[in-house]
């Protein structure tokens, strides 16, 4: 099966507190690709980033962070001080390089950030 | 830079009506994908053409159907609709080869439908 977990539904917290977004997928592609997406109220997807299996280093964007690890299939998402701007739907999503580059979606979480 | 544009953004239909669904795929990109998001879900695929040939099919109903145009442009065609087709329909569009290397996968606006 290849697919994308992400277990939390919903988190909550206050401005400026650390949040980690869990991800993990499963794939029998040797090569793959990762995703993250925002999706805030307004309803359009937001790429934040792409990685792909064989860059194993981990990100640093600003106030974003991403720790991948393929010995657990994790691509966690971390947003360090937290705004309120921040507070979206934000999904991990697997491409299927062998199904024509579709992507498939974890259910996404939902994280509240309140001031 | 020019992104996946869609039309219209926001459209209301009643029950059994047919809807079309516009998208413009960024210049040079010859492959379009379409995706379903129902209220709550992720979004899920639906179909993709690839040189105005339809490359992948995922779980669209026989009530939908699209296509790709010489201009790369694309329509989903709705009939028939239901209240259950209420979602938002996103658009992505990329260059065939190169794609995720190169090119991400980006994804327009989206269009809100909505079924009265």
């Known amino acids: 099966a290849q697919k994308v977990t992400q277990a939390q539904t919903e988190i909550s917290v206050v401005e400026k507190e650390d949040v980690t977004l869990d991800c993990v997928y499963e794939t029998r592609d040797t090569t793959y690709y990762l995703f993250w997406y925002k999706q805030p109220p307004s309803g359009e997807l937001v790429f934040l980033i792409r990685r792909n299996s064989f860059d194993e280093q981990n990100e640093i964007s600003g106030r974003y962070s991403w720790n991948f690890q393929k010995s657990t299939s994790s691509f966690n998402f971390t947003i360090t001080a937290s705004q309120v701007v921040d507070s979206a739907v934000y999904f991990c999503?697997?491409?299927?390089?062998?199904?024509?580059?579709?992507?498939?979606f974890g259910a996404g979480t939902i994280l509240r950030v309140k001031s | 830079a020019a992104g996946v544009i869609q039309s219209p953004r926001h459209l209301i239909k009643e029950k059994r009506e047919t809807a079309t669904l516009k998208c413009y795929p960024i210049p040079r990109h010859d492959t379009v994908y379409w995706y379903q998001q129902g209220p709550g879900q992720d979004p899920q695929f639906l179909i993709s053409f690839y040189e105005k040939m339809q490359s992948d099919k995922g779980s669209i109903p026989d009530r939908f159907s699209a296509q790709q145009f010489s201009d790369y442009h694309s329509e989903l065609n709705m009939s028939s609709l239901e209240l259950g087709d209420s979602a938002l329909y996103f658009c992505a569009s990329s260059p065939r080869t190169g794609v995720v290397a190169n090119y991400g996968y980006t994804f327009g606006s989206g269009t809100r439908l909505t079924v009265v």
């Open positions: 999503a697997l491409i299927l390089m062998e199904y024509g580059n579709k992507l498939v």
